[in-house]
């Protein structure tokens, strides 16, 4: 049976149950608040909004949306930790190859700007990521704090061996050998470059120079 029931139709050609509060407000729907207005998010256009809100029962219990197939296998929830504060986005399905998309233009062209992969894999400029993070197509990355000066550090077993400072020494160390200019590097050097180098200053050594050719 249906109570409290005013000045609203309901249609369905399947069953309706609840367990907790509907509310109906302005056009929003509110389950388990008859507020679903009153606390938008920011930039939220607040003239004649229409939203459903969901919330917990308590504080410390949890609120989510599922969308599921009928044997919930296949499904997306969304959901909120209630009393850690910790948000979830998940892909049910327990298969390397279910990509969690990420998709813009969808009204028209529809572009997948990311996706995750079943096995965490994430994948930009590419549907198929094999590497915990894989970026396909022309990149241009900033990194900077709050002084502007970013810091670009590739570590091994736990120490930097290699580092870009902006505004600071950029060094290579711990045995590595570095080549400019070719992806061959001569047999026992740690600097190979394939090319002419050029020097606005002195060179300064504490070991030898050796030159197939003249030095000028």
Known sequence: SLTNITNTNITSSGNISASGTLHSFGGSIGINTATPEASLPNSFAASTPKVIEIKSKTTS?????????????????IWNDGSGGDSFIDNRYNADSSNLNFRVKTNGTPVTAMVIGGDGNIGIGTTSPTKPLQVEGDVTARLYNSDDDGTLDVYSNGTVDARIHGNGTSFFKGGNVVAIGTSTAATNMELTVQGNISASGD??????????NYIV
């Open 61 to 77: 219990t949890d609120a989510g949306l599922f969308l599921r197939r009928s044997d919930g296998v296949i499904g997306i929830d």
């Open 203 to 212: 060179i300064i050594t504490t070991g030898d120079i050796i030159a197939e």
